[in-house]
């Protein structure tokens, strides 16, 4: 059983309640957009830390994190992209990836729209935690937390950041 952090688009803004989120998290998965070295950093020295670049980050977190990441944890292999759209509408950058190989997870970001819904189609659960940070339309900052036990994903958090 792993229990996994996740957010997204902070564009380089550090709040301390992430650490305080995600204490009980074994893993802090990132969906772009992270905006400075130095959130990936605080992040990566607190708990294992996966992350994928977004389209505002610079060659420093480019070089660190791919633009895909297709991984396994606990039996569920898992697919992240920033720019990804959501079950019936996935961009084209990454819908021949999920059509061929769909996994049990697909986890995106760039809408800053908290989102969670189950593919029928694909038979894939697909996440986007919305935005942790506080560039962009949205109202409310959002993250995520849920539990992945022997390929079965559980006990999903949606976490409101105040302020």
Not at 96 to 119: E, T
Not at 123 to 131: D, F, Q, R, S
Not at 147 to 163: N, P, S
Request: with cysteine.
């Amino acid at each position: 059983m792993v229990k996994i952090g996740l957010l997204s688009d902070t564009h380089g803004y550090w709040d301390e309640k992430y650490l305080h989120y995600f204490e009980p998290c074994d893993e802090i998965w990132h969906a772009g957009d992270i905006g400075s070295l130095e959130v990936a950093q605080r992040l990566a020295a607190f708990r294992t830390f996966r992350a994928v670049y977004g389209n505002i980050d610079g060659q420093d977190l480019r070089r660190l994190y791919p633009q895909t990441l297709r991984f396994t944890v606990e039996g569920a292999e898992v697919l992240m992209k920033h720019i990804g759209g959501y079950p019936g509408r996935y961009d084209p950058s990454i819908a021949g990836s999920l059509l061929a190989r769909p996994p049990k997870l697909f986890i995106s970001g760039h809408s800053h729209i908290l989102k969670v819904k189950y593919d029928k189609t694909l038979g894939m659960l697909h996440i986007n935690p919305g935005a942790a940070g506080k560039y962009g339309f949205h109202k409310v900052r959002t993250l995520v937390r849920f539990v992945i036990d022997a390929g079965v994903f559980k006990d999903l958090e949606v976490v409101e950041l105040a302020g």
